[in-house]
Nanobody, 123 residues
Framework: VQLQASGGGLVQAGGSLRLSCAAS????????IGWFRQAPGKEREGVSC????????YYADSVKGRFGISRDNAKNMAYLRMNNLKPEDTANYYC?????????????????WGQGTLVTVSS
């Protein structure tokens, strides 16, 4: 089982990026997906989660109104569209399977973690 995030890069403040999450070894349609990020010296933060059908979404207050999560179950993919990026969005971003909740993004204790993709936002 592997979920690999990609699409990160260096962008100026105010810019946009779209991250992709490719799943292998599991039928993504059966799982809710969460995007997480971790900046150096900081704890991992649940950024956004989407239910297995895509009908429900959650966003952390820090990204609400700027980020958009989506999924394409036919392609076994999930996405995170990031607009109006800020320097404080700089972090390694990861995707994994989660138990969906409207109260926040939290992984399973056994959620698989890939290498992540680095997003750097310059001021």
């Amino acid at each position: 089982v592997q979920l690999q995030a990609s699409g990160g890069g260096l962008v100026q403040a105010g810019g946009s990026l779209r991250l992709s999450c490719a799943a292998s070894g599991l039928p993504l349609e059966q799982y809710a997906i969460g995007w997480f990020r971790q900046a150096p010296g900081k704890e991992r933060e649940g950024v956004s989660c989407i239910s297995s059908t895509g009908g429900s979404t959650y966003y952390a207050d820090s990204v609400k109104g700027r980020f958009g999560i989506s999924r394409d179950n036919a392609k076994n993919m999930a996405y995170l569209r990031m607009n109006n990026l800020k320097p404080e969005d700089t972090a390694n971003y990861y995707c994994t399977i989660v138990p969906y909740s409207d109260d926040g993004c939290r992984p399973y204790s056994s959620s698989p973690w890939g290498q992540g993709t680095l997003v750097t936002v310059s001021s």
